[in-house]
């Protein structure tokens, strides 16, 4: 990322957030601020497990900055980006939609720091990430033969020479390694004791054998490690709740060679299908609903995401045929017919879209559901064309825009509601509002399906005030993403000709 102005000794331009163990730190309407109980649980449940397993008694709080750039005050770790200023308490970090270096070794680095003082990276790096998934990533590095040698990687100028990853998880891995065979006191004298011209001699003299023994040892620990389902799924969820989804995704897929049963089988693939429909893996999403119909055709739910998904990917007949068999199972699924709405308009069938929307809309009995109907009814109606209906469509976006804002009263860290109001808004022509709620639900929403509806949105926004440049800018940063299929024709269209009314 670009770096940027942000300076973190000026604290009015943060909101702060405390916790037992943090004092958290980040941009007003950043992205941080709206995942805030995610970074908060992740950070106090991984810290907590540290501080206990190597009996820290460390009171007061960490300060952590969450800044959405790199600030050109800071120095970065240019390997992950992030700085620790032991002295201060305090920690660095980059959170945004294309990287987050926000990570639960970062406040054991730096209580190893303050309360032990220096050591080599490799010590310190591997000692802070004990609670690592090293058994599984460690696995997969030997796997594919690139298991580094301990000897060369012990000083500063060794462990920075190779791949950082590689290094992160070998010396996580090799200190795990030297805690479960020689004790937790043994690592903390070594930590305490050694530099980089001293830790490959106290490494042996204290585990009494040479390095090259020592490195055999611990690839037979690495070895002989088992894997289980349980834990496999723990650290899948602790990768979704640091919003690392690909590696989330990864973890699932290896779960899935471990179930043992049916139900098993349904548990893994309703976590994994979701997380791959949420974030733009929508191949793998259609594979997993398959496979879930199969396991379980009585849920109406499954056909229903399926539908869509098909949708998404322009297979409009597979999705009409799976969002009947949704109304076949639950006549009151309303939304399955929204759907089907949605395909009839993009086939150009405004009148039939119109039409079956407004006959489903009695049905939906879910305020999210009401809302959804009726900005859809509201972009139908204010179209251009013969069946343009102006003070329809005014009607149906008020009645969405008073809906959401009632809703969101209550649930007001869900960026879902704030694209809503930005699209009501956006159809009752109040531009700086629509601006207003689109750019915090751009900040604060992750999912490939709403990024790409708030690009296409944005960028109508800055057609219609104008501004074709500003408005392709959006476009394009949409045909980025991992979009539906309509939603990047609609992007491609837009850029060669300006979005009207």
Known sequence: NPPCEYDPDIQDQFVTEPSANFQIYFIRNSLADFRWNSIKNYLETEYTRFRSALDFNAPGQMNLFLLPCPSSSIRWDKRFGYLLDPGRGTIYTIYNHGYISTDAMLPNMLKLLRLWGYAPPFVVEGLAGYFEFWPYEMKKIAGEGKTPEIKKILTTEGYYAIDPATAEVAAGSFMKFLADKYGIAVVKQLYEESDDLTLSANLQSLCKAPLDSLQIYWRRYVDTLTLSRRQIDYYASRAGAAFRI????????????????????????KKLAAVCYQYGHYYDAQDGYRLLIKLDSARSIYYQILGNLYLFDGQYDRA???????????????????????????????????????????????????????????KMEGSTGIWQDTAGAREHFSDALDMTMQTMAQIPDDPTYKIRAGLANLGLRNYDNAGQYLNVAYFTEQRSYYLGEILVALGNLEDLRGKHKAAVDYYQQGLRLPLAVYQHELCTRYIDKPYHL
């Open 246 to 269: 690909e590696q989330q995704i990864e973890y699932y897929k290896e779960m899935s060679k471990y179930d043992s049963s049916r139900a098993d089988s349904v548990d893994t693939w």
């Open 320 to 378: 009409w045929g799976a969002l009947d068999t949704v109304i076949i199972k639950d006549s009151t699924y309303a939304t399955a017919r929204l759907l089907q709405a949605k395909i009839l308009a993009i086939k150009g069938d405004t009148a039939g879209a119109i039409q079956l929307a407004e006959k489903a809309f009695g049905i939906e009995k879910s305020v999210p559901g009401k809302i959804e109907f009726l900005l859809f009814l509201g």
